[in-house]
């Protein structure tokens, strides 16, 4: 999940807890750029089967 301050954005969420969600794959990566003092981490991830329809309930 990605936060962003203002940002109201609930679907991978929503994605993550689908009932009939039955297969995630995940990756990870950690890195830092040339000119940059900071540190990134990415966590990536993908969901089947498809789901997550506004106003359909979760479960």
Known sequence: LIYRKNITKVGDYTQ???????????GQIFYKQPN???????????Y??????????VY
């Open 36 to 46: 940059d003092s900071y540190e990134k981490y990415y966590l990536v991830c993908n």
């Open 16 to 26: 993550m807890v689908y009932g009939n969600t039955r297969k995630i794959g995940c």
């Open 48 to 57: 089947g089967p498809g789901g997550n329809i506004p106003g359909a309930p």
